[in-house]
């Protein structure tokens, strides 16, 4: 009798998990956990980027669907014979062509000349001692809570009394100044208060004993800004420059306003001329809004790993 009630307390004793056994176990556990966290959270994220997907991805099809598959019930995602017609037709029967130069020539210039002007006004405020430095760069901040309708009206009449432009005297009068012209368009764009407050944030985190060596060589502070400074900028302007092509390119209001003349056209003007009162030609309209959209997609996607470095590494120092 006492063998057996040693037996089973040896089998108890053998079968009852000891602490390293219980330690191993709630690891499984707590992997098991990240693991579901993980799976639940890319599901949620592929659930949110399908409802994002669905707009351009319908757009994308429509542009290559015949008229009658466009409006059928159940609606056909898929068209069952590619057709280009719309695109034919939005470049033959409108100006689209000019439109998406004027787009292309106003979006270009405006961004070049933003990812300088931005970056010098970034150094300055990053690397140069001034009186009343930081009162500047904080009342330059404050401007971003202004709304855009706030100052339509004065920029309107600043490029409209533009000097010695568009037959203009030199007080501005008797000529219609930079209106219908490249440069009316581009003006508003070409400084940004967002890409001052991005190049210095990231200015600020290269140490400055880069700019004393420079110094000590004889170096301008011109020359530590255009030799040493911008090639290691690329992250923060390629970031600045997604983001500055992408608000000139997708722009209605400015262009809507400066311009009254089918020559001077952007390409977001242009797509109102697929739609009328009482009726929307919907393939040329869905083929002309994907070519419009290809150039931002193309700029993204060629400088999307500057973008994701720049976006982590512009707030590192304030």
């Not at 400088?303 to 590494?313: A, D, E, L």
């Amino acid at each position: 009798m006492r063998d057996v009630r040693q037996e089973i307390c040896g089998s108890r004793r053998w079968n009852t998990p000891g602490p390293h056994s219980r330690a191993s176990l709630e690891r499984r556990r707590a992997r098991l956990r990240r693991a579901l966290a993980g799976a639940a959270v890319y599901v949620v994220l592929a659930a949110i980027a399908i409802v994002m997907a669905g707009p351009f991805a319908w757009m994308l099809m429509s542009s290559f669907k015949p008229n009658q598959e466009l409006f059928a019930y159940p609606p056909v995602w898929i068209p069952t014979k590619i057709t280009f017609e719309h695109f034919v037709n939005a470049f033959r029967y409108t100006n689209f062509a000019r439109y998406f130069l004027n787009s292309a020539v106003v979006s270009v210039t405006a961004t070049l000349l933003n990812l300088f002007f931005c970056s010098l006004a970034g150094y300055s405020f990053a690397r140069l001692d001034f009186p009343g430095k930081s009162l500047i760069f904080f009342a330059v901040l404050a401007t971003m809570m202004i709304p855009v309708y706030v100052t339509l009206i004065p920029l309107f009449i600043l490029v409209r009394r533009f000097p010695l432009a568009g037959g203009n005297n030199l007080s501005g009068q008797n000529g219609t100044g930079l209106i219908n012209t490249y440069w009316g368009l581009i003006l508003p764009y070409i400084v940004s208060v967002f890409g001052v407050f991005l190049t210095r944030q990231f200015f600020t985190s290269i140490p400055t004993e880069i700019n004393d060596a420079a110094r000590v060589d004889g170096a301008s502070e011109f020359t530590i800004y255009s030799k040493i400074y911008l090639p290691l900028s690329r992250p923060v302007l390629a970031t600045l420059a997604i983001f500055s092509f992408t608000g000139v390119w997708d722009d209605f209001l400015w262009p809507l306003v400066i311009t009254n003349s089918e020559h001077m056209r952007t390409v977001q003007l242009g797509l109102q001329i697929f739609r009328s009162q009482f009726l929307v030609d919907w393939g040329p309209l869905m083929a002309a809004t994907l070519v419009v959209t290809l150039p931002v997609l193309l700029i993204f996607i060629f400088n999307q790993r500057h973008f994701v470095k720049g976006v982590v590494t512009t707030g590192l120092k304030g």
